[in-house]
């Protein structure tokens, strides 16, 4: 098992949900795009509070996380909530996310990535994505260092207005909001926080 990878399996080992298990609150407010049917992919979905949320809005979900705990976890969480969706255990640097595969592609807080690797995941995701389907990316500014209440610690790892317009720039972006706000999401994500949100469509 790769480091980092054994880092997020660690941090995973609780009893508890390291990051709650409610749904991020940006992709609740996000439901007026969902569908049921659509075909959707939670990216790096962690302990499955949010793919689980999306199985529940009734959409075809592929949760992709690389920690085995995580899944062990997201899948009794499924179980508890009455749905079902599929997981892959995998490692997003190396797995083949494919061409025009989903309708909607979420990424909420997954900056486990430096800039270079990043890149390659946004591309990823971009090319994953059918015409016309929709990214919801929401992630922490670099203003977040000086909070300290959750995020990585490394400034290369954090998104701003600019760097998100660049990566996307092929995609129509329908918004692009920088706020702070306090969010309580388990005791990872606990306190005021630099947040930046990013909803685009792919051209059909």
Same mark, same amino acid.
């Given at each position: ?26 992709l609740q407010r996000q439901q ?23 199985a529940e809005q009734g959409l ?67 090319? *994953? ?5 929709? #990214?919801? @990316? =929401?992630? &922490?500014?670099? +203003? ?18 600019a760097l998100l317009r660049e *990566? ?5 972006? #329908?918004? @692009? =909001?920088? &706020?702070?706000? +306090? ?22």
């Amino acid at each position: 098992m790769k480091p980092q990878i054994a880092h997020w399996n660690q941090r995973y080992d609780r009893e508890d949900y390291l990051f709650g298990t409610e749904p991020n609150a940006f992709l609740q407010r996000q439901q007026h795009w969902l569908q049921p049917g659509m075909h959707a992919l939670s990216v790096a979905d962690g302990e499955g509070r949010n793919g689980v949320w999306l199985a529940e809005q009734g959409l075809d979900v592929l949760a992709v996380e690389a920690a085995p705990l995580a899944i062990a976890k997201a899948c009794h969480l499924a179980a508890g909530r009455g749905v079902k969706l599929r997981h892959e255990c995998v490692d997003l640097l190396e797995w083949d996310w494919g061409r025009e595969r989903f309708d909607l592609i979420v990424g909420i807080f997954i900056q486990f990535a430096g800039p270079a690797l990043r890149q390659q995941m946004f591309d990823s995701m971009q090319r *994953a994505l059918k015409p016309g389907g929709l #990214l919801l @990316l =929401e992630g &922490y500014r670099t +203003e977040q260092l000086a909070y300290g209440t959750g995020g990585p610690r490394d400034i290369d790892n954090l998104y701003t207005e600019a760097l998100l317009r660049e *990566a996307f720039a092929d995609l129509e972006i #329908l918004q @692009l =909001e920088s &706020y702070d706000a +306090e969010i309580h999401e388990g005791s990872g994500h606990h306190g005021m926080s630099a947040l930046i949100d990013l909803v685009a469509r792919k051209p059909v």
